[in-house]
């Protein structure tokens, strides 16, 4: 009867604790600034944050590609055209725990079909050392270093460490995803950023004005929306200079992107400054003096800054399946620029592709990015409104 009696009160006192947390929370809640409920809401959505680790692990990749390829990605080696993704080992064929190593590679062909093999040298061994001196490069073209995050201490002729195998000249694939990777994030993100400024701009004139400026924004609108896509891709991309520089060839891809994405974000801007033009904490900042400048950049844009935020992040993927179907087809970049549309070139080679499958991992690269925005932005437009149940 005592323990019971001890086990009830124990009992009543945990649930007597987690109300009294339950209560803090919620009068928590009551106070809490806007960022906090969208921080709290977000924070529920494990997708979404393991998103945003997937997100900054590709985006460090890629700010710091030169680092992180064991290779220079035009560095070509005969002797391992289409390899196969090289095997890591930690235990040789007698037991022995060696570390993380490789064996070496010899090149065999087959007598029937003639077919190029690569076969394991059990006899050679090469360990993988972190932080290797390897290929010089030029990090971010400024910082002269020779160190790479990983490698075999021995020249790319004799050996190397295929990640993900080899190309049909030779070249890591692994590095070359890495270093296309800077071009192909990056691009959705430029891409996303000036359809940002062209979509509030426009939208906030059409719908805080609204009248002529009204109808001239709808009407051009409605034409690019009227447009197919694809075909009005390929014409402008086409359009662009073939003798242009690489790196104007991607502003101009950029900048197409961009004149082409800016018309639903416009739409959803219009559509929010019609409702909230008539709302009365508009019309008091009106009466206390407030330009109309101030009005729509401090009262009406922050009231759903979430939303943009929201949609932006859900556009982005739609600027790199852009990018890379552009360049898949070559009206996009081309080689000798690195992206990963670029590098799925090599999957219109059916020969490659039926020798080599490990070529078209770089839309495995694509997907998983799509992927990783898609569910960052669902966590981020649930968290918009964090007072819905």
Same mark, same amino acid.
């Given at each position: 009867m005592a323990?019971?009696?001890?086990?009830?009160?124990?009992?009543?006192?945990?649930?007597?604790q987690a109300e009294l947390e339950d209560t803090v929370k919620s009068d928590q809640i009551y106070v809490a600034p806007q960022w906090k409920l969208i921080w709290w809401k977000f924070r529920k959505h494990r997708l979404a944050l393991i998103s945003v680790g997937v997100l900054f692990l590709l985006y460090t990749t890629a700010i710091f590609c030169e680092f992180v390829a064991p290779y220079n990605p035009e560095t070509f080696n005969t002797r391992f055209t289409l390899a196969p993704p090289t095997s890591i080992r930690f235990f040789d064929e007698s037991g022995t725990f060696r570390g993380p190593f490789i064996y070496g590679i010899t090149r065999a062909r087959d007598p029937v079909t003639l077919r190029p093999t690569f076969v394991d040298d059990p006899e050679v061994i090469y360990p993988i050392r972190l932080f290797i001196s390897g290929t010089p490069y030029k990090l971010w073209g400024i910082f002269d270093s020779d160190i790479h995050l990983f490698g075999i201490d021995v020249p790319h002729e004799e050996a190397g460490v295929f990640l993900l195998g080899a190309d049909r000249l030779g070249r890591d694939l692994f590095s070359r995803i890495v270093y296309g990777a800077r071009i192909s994030l990056s691009l959705g993100?430029?891409?996303?950023f000036l359809s940002l400024f062209l979509g509030v701009v426009l939208g906030g004139i *059409?719908?805080?004005?609204g009248g002529v400026a009204d109808n001239l924004i709808q009407r051009t609108i409605e034409f690019v929306r009227s447009i197919p896509a694809i075909p009005l891709w390929m014409a402008l991309s086409a359009a662009?200079?073939?003798?242009?520089p690489v790196i104007w060839v991607y502003f101009g891809i950029t900048v197409i992107l961009s004149l082409i994405g800016w018309t639903g974000l416009a739409?959803?801007?219009?559509?929010?400054?019609?409702?909230?033009r008539e709302e009365d904490f508009v019309l008091a900042a009106r009466l206390?003096?407030? *330009?109309?400048?101030r009005i729509i950049l401090r009262h009406m844009v922050p009231s759903f800054?979430?939303?943009i935020i929201a949609t932006l992040t859900l556009a982005v993927p739609g600027m790199i399946l852009a990018e890379t179907g552009l360049s898949f087809i070559g009206l996009g970049l081309r080689a000798p620029a690195i992206s990963w549309g670029v590098l799925l070139q090599e999957a219109q080679n059916l020969r490659s592709v039926a020798l080599a499958p490990w070529v078209m991992l770089p839309g495995a690269a694509v997907v998983m990015s799509i992927l990783a925005f898609n569910f960052l932005g669902d966590g981020l437009r649930d968290a918009a409104d964090p007072y819905a149940r």
């Open positions: 323990t019971n009696g001890m086990n009830q009160l124990r009992d009543g006192g945990t649930n007597l993100l430029v891409g996303v *059409s719908g805080y004005y662009l200079p073939p003798n242009w739409r959803v801007v219009r559509g929010r400054f019609l409702a909230l206390v003096g407030s *330009s109309e400048m800054l979430s939303y």
